[in-house]
């Protein structure tokens, strides 16, 4: 199954349902992770509150993983790069650069 998320708000409701999905417990999951429950519920209600590694290992004790997928359409047809050559640090105002 797949979830995409096109705004990080997006998140929280997603990792829930795949908690929820796996029929696991705030704090099994928390076990998993090395963090008491209280801990993992903060995570799961606000994951902007923790690094990206540890957003990461949670994905991974849930099951899943990250995928970047590009959306093509976006890009001028015939081109091989995003109009930036893929640099996020070069702020020439590409797909890249979009808030969220």
Known sequence: MNFRLQTPDQLAAHL??????QGLSQSEVGQRMGVSQSRFARIENDPSSVSFD???????????????????????????????????????????????
């Open 16 to 21: 829930r349902a795949l908690r929820r999905r």
């Open 54 to 100: 540890q957003l990461l290992h949670l994905l991974h004790v849930l099951g899943t993983e990250v995928v970047l997928e590009t959306d093509d359409r976006r890009f001028r047809k015939g081109t091989a790069a995003p109009p930036n050559d893929g640099d996020p640090s070069s702020g020439s105002g590409s797909a890249l650069d979009e808030p969220w």
